[in-house]
């Protein structure tokens, strides 16, 4: 397709982002272009526009941001046999090898070569996204299309839930962004017997609270591991989920765990912490999982399921929209934590 | 406890049961003494009422039969360590060896040398019962007595739904009896996306749909696999749970079942069958597992968790009361088939 | 390249094949052209020589025999990224959609759309392959051309053994066919406590030993079930691999596991048999299963682990050399089972 | 049995032990009576010997020290019904509740109440111990009196390797005390690649050679990374096993692992440290195991296959013996860190 579209980039190191006009995107072989609806903003997102250590390090600019979208194929490239025009996608934004011990093992969400667009090729916050075909996920018919734009968040949710036993356990989940909340309804339709969620913004309980979380935890004001105990008989909960990257949450749960759990890591601390493997992982005998990404593409299988069949509604925690023009604000109400995801038309 | 109590016994080979006066049993060390509150009639407890082949191989009258029962712990033998006398209770009725390969390694429902009270040994339709301490299960506050009383059928329904990954998965339940019932809502509370069940009796379809299942099959009108690809894109489930013993239904579940499908088979088929392992197996890659008992006590720590967290509700599930003494109107009422559970008060 | 090359294929229904002159394969996109150096006969191969019914109903002629093979690159198609001229391969021969649940969960060895190059496109038995590139194996330097040649076998083996634990398990193997015999190394290299290998030919009975057996049954004249039970203080062997597809075999495997044993099922039964499900699955809480392929392509890590470590030596398992034209005296050779892995050359 | 015996006890907090004459002592209902015939030396001995910070916190002198040992069943209590006296036996020295939800769920070794003769309760090293039936291992015919004394240690190097899949895969031990050096041809027999294994002193790297160790590397010189990427094609090892508890290798293991490797951390470090989960755990997606014990009973079945079998052999690792009176000896040996494993006769 030609022509120019708009697209929303980081033209050089530093904070912000630019909407400027760019050529549509060019396909190769095994591509196809999707005319992009709905675009959501990721944690990852706020990082690059404020421009942290992490992003300073990963990015090359010019780079046309956003990994969430939903949209329409508009063009097939050569040798595409899946899809059609007109089809309504999402995607894993993870473009892999396929060829690495992790890809040709089943484990393609760890690829040695992954790149992710977005990231470190240009992503979806723009009108058109060229995308190879093996990463599309087709939308099931019924889905809410702001609903579709949200797979890749609600996939490091369901993956990071259901990387061990679920049924008959009690969770805690730390931290109440986006992803953490998604987990709430995850983990009740995964069988949790009890969901526990620690979050210091108020906001962010409340929505905890309407997706179905028993509890919330003010840790500001209470003791996490206080409040799990008296909640579990003294033991502590069978798994922790680490989705707010925080040093004192991180070590909350291993004070809050049961023997024998499950803590499984997908929030990313920026920087080393202390930790007493042997009072907190040898003695206890817990598992400490790294968590990344969506697993390809078995969590997106599980996505459908659970969405299709109604058991779990993330509805509510879209709080935001905004024309993609209104980037500013979007971006705004994103880092001012009073938000779950937000939403560029 | 000194004195005499009723009991309800198979005296001799032969059918039908007797409800006689006996000694309360005394207790050795390390076992308790119940008094029984609640009892439930079990498929075995017809297949020893009607003394077919099975029965009439393994039972050694006079025994006093049932194993599935609620009550309160009234005296304690020497040694008896973690229960007090009022404690209520329920029990797991296979008295394992503790000294076996299966017993040592997490097997212990895998025995080699059980004795099951109710069939090898005294059992629990009487007034009191005599038990080892290790097999009690202490019931958790809240938890409805009836329900107390169907720990045993329901932990089959729990063993055999969670032998294998559960969430975002489709189920075909085959048979309508009980456990096949209590499987339903434990199949939808373990994540299930759809829970199909197929029975030739109205009353066990109408009770089967009363508690979540997505949808009721007629295998004498219709055919199983039919409905199950046109719901499933022509896939076929993800598991299979064969609840019913019967060779039709053992087959319609090799038919209905997706490659790579789960196959766990509970129900006993009274005979050996003919079938294309080729097909139904091997080019499949089906994985089959026959399933007994309850793992213990794995599967008792779920129930209490499906049951204190009211993700499952067995309430409807039983549909019949009666006392003790009308025991033939008990047992008449489950050979009907238009029965869920029967309580004996 | 342009030019003909000598293959020998099917060219009509019926027994037997014909060497014939033939364009060398064009290459597509993604494709390498493959000049084959070593061949071997699979089991496969004999069925489709003697033109059996199962080939009658899966082969479309004319095609190109043969699925197993050691070769050197030659030519590369456009988009191939990985693989230069000059790199020696073997390859996976089951071409894959990639877009089916099953390839996209990391079951792509029971993809839906496969197709088996040799027997539903044109194979190796052939001077020139034409091959996906994501197909192809690169060989590890220092292993053997004539075992590089029989990956594909040596895959069904290593992915039976390994669809359980392994370490300290005993092994009963039914069927001394290459694969069975190729399997026993493999348990013992995987850490298997004891192998038995029952097989009615004593050629290869005698082959069993030479590469590890512990002891070798001949059915024809022992019980299979009386000297597993002799050897495993009456318990069964822990681990069944069916690799004869026998019927007779099936059941003596049965009658020789132990209680919570895997049966994997890789021989393929010509016909239904009959079993007794409650006797033989049900009550001793067996688990069967369907294996298909190799895993695609963990196995094939897990082939080149044990081969280059030197914990396992297949060379013994190749006992016949032809030049590919005296291919009639080669299928006999393998036809005759006085035989382990025949190379055409 | 009546009388007196010698027993090697800690009378009161502070360095050493003292060999005193105590009555033998009495048995329990479900307990026997062992004359013990080899005992050895663990490092939890040697800690109590030197009375550290955790020794200090956790031990009631007076009490009979040593858990490890091979003997005699000579007296039984009421209610044995497995044993015979004259049964040769070890034990696992973990005596647990068998009521808390570990016990119950296969997890003994994780007991929320377990007591430890030898720490908690008097041990072996002295002339008889009493300890329940049920915490006893028959020792298999054929078994070195030496080699049955050490299945504690033992047990601890085949729970630690077993605890992931081991076939094929590329193995790091960091430490070679006893533990690690026994972990060496464990991994070997249970299908390692490649072993490696750093230690800083030359008796125990010459050791773990002789056992079978592919590499040993001295952290003192080399780079453990540098070495362990070097053999790795750069990738790092898929197994680490932290078997020395030392900060700085803790470390070295996180560096030198695969992306989606397994960690499983056996050694105690004796104070907490700094650790960057993002790049060591999250990121690369490892999993972290803390390991405790020996599996109750599956470890135990385990050594008793890979000894039988003669998979592995232990011998080498027993370097010193000493009759009981010359305690001092031995413990210093022990101390020395130019030993293996220590046997008291």
Same mark, same amino acid.
């Given at each position: 397709?030609?022509?120019?579209?708009?697209?929303?980039?980081?033209?050089?190191?530093?904070?912000?982002?630019?909407?400027?006009?760019?050529?549509?995107?060019?396909?190769?072989?095994?591509?196809?272009?999707?005319?992009?609806?709905?675009?959501?903003?990721?944690?990852?997102? &706020?990082?690059? +526009?404020?421009?942290?250590?992490?992003?300073? *390090?990963?990015?090359?600019?010019?780079?046309?941001?956003?990994?969430?979208?939903?949209?329409?194929?508009?063009?097939?490239?050569?040798?595409?046999?899946?899809?059609?025009?007109?089809?309504?996608?999402?995607?894993?934004?993870?473009?892999?090898?396929?060829?690495?011990?992790?890809? /040709?093992?089943?484990?393609?969400?760890?690829?040695?070569?992954?790149?992710?667009?977005?990231?470190?090729?240009?992503?979806?916050?723009?009108?058109?996204?060229?995308?190879?075909?093996?990463?599309?996920?087709?939308?099931?018919?019924?889905?809410?299309?702001?609903?579709?734009?949200?797979?890749?968040?609600?996939? *490091?949710?369901?993956?990071?839930?259901?990387?061990?036993?679920?049924?008959?356990?009690?969770? &805690?989940?730390?931290?109440?962004?986006?992803?953490?909340?998604?987990?709430?309804?995850?983990?009740?339709?995964?069988?949790?017997?009890?969901?526990?969620?620690?979050?210091?913004?108020?906001?962010?309980?409340?929505?905890?609270?309407?997706?179905?979380?028993?509890?919330?935890?003010?840790?500001?004001?209470?003791?996490?591991?206080?409040?799990?105990?008296?909640?579990?008989?003294?033991?502590?909960?069978?798994?922790?989920?680490?989705?707010?990257?925080?040093?004192?949450?991180?070590?909350?749960?291993? /004070?809050?765990?049961?023997?024998?759990?499950? +803590?499984?890591?997908?929030?990313?601390?920026?920087?080393?912490?202390?930790?007493?493997?042997?009072?907190?992982?040898?003695?206890?005998?817990?598992?400490?999982?790294?968590? *990344?990404?969506?697993?390809?593409?078995?969590?997106? +299988?599980?996505?459908?399921? &659970?969405?299709?069949?109604?058991?779990?509604?993330?509805?509510?925690?879209?709080?935001?929209?905004?024309?993609?023009?209104?980037?500013?604000?979007?971006?705004?109400?994103?880092?001012?934590?009073?938000?779950?995801?937000?939403?560029?038309?």
């Amino acid at each position: 397709m030609k022509g120019n579209m708009k697209a929303l980039r980081k033209m050089k190191p530093g904070p912000g982002l630019e909407m400027r006009e760019v050529p549509i995107p060019a396909i190769r072989d095994g591509e196809v272009l999707v005319r992009v609806i709905k675009r959501a903003i990721c944690g990852t997102d &706020l990082h690059i +526009y404020k421009w942290d250590e992490w992003s300073a *390090n990963r990015l090359k600019p010019p780079v046309t941001t956003g990994h969430e979208f939903y949209g329409e194929v508009v063009e097939l490239g050569a040798d595409v046999r899946h899809y059609r025009v007109g089809d309504l996608v999402t995607a894993e934004m993870h473009v892999v090898c396929n060829q690495c011990f992790q890809c /040709r093992t089943g484990n393609a969400h760890l690829c040695e070569n992954v790149v992710i667009l977005g990231v470190d090729g240009d992503g979806c916050f723009a009108e058109y996204l060229a995308i190879p075909e093996s990463n599309l996920w087709r939308v099931p018919a019924g889905i809410d299309p702001e609903l579709a734009a949200i797979y890749d968040p609600f996939g *490091n949710a369901v993956h990071t839930v259901m990387a061990g036993p679920t049924v008959g356990k009690s969770f &805690l989940i730390l931290g109440g962004g986006p992803i953490g909340i998604a987990a709430v309804p995850v983990c009740k339709a995964a069988g949790a017997s009890m969901v526990l969620l620690s979050e210091v913004i108020p906001f962010r309980r409340q929505l905890a609270a309407t997706m179905g979380a028993d509890r919330v935890i003010d840790p500001s004001k209470e003791s996490v591991e206080e409040v799990v105990r008296s909640l579990t008989a003294g033991q502590g909960v069978d798994v922790v989920l680490e989705m707010s990257g925080h040093p004192d949450a991180v070590v909350q749960g291993f /004070r809050s765990i049961r023997k024998n759990g499950r +803590y499984s890591l997908l929030g990313i601390p920026s920087k080393p912490l202390s930790l007493d493997l042997a009072r907190d992982v040898i003695f206890p005998g817990v598992t400490v999982q790294g968590i *990344n990404g969506r697993r390809m593409f078995e969590t997106w +299988y599980q996505m459908d399921a &659970l969405l299709v069949s109604g058991r779990v509604d993330l509805k509510p925690l879209i709080t935001h929209r905004f024309p993609m023009a209104e980037f500013e604000k979007a971006f705004a109400a994103g880092l001012s934590g009073d938000s779950g995801k937000i939403i560029l038309e």
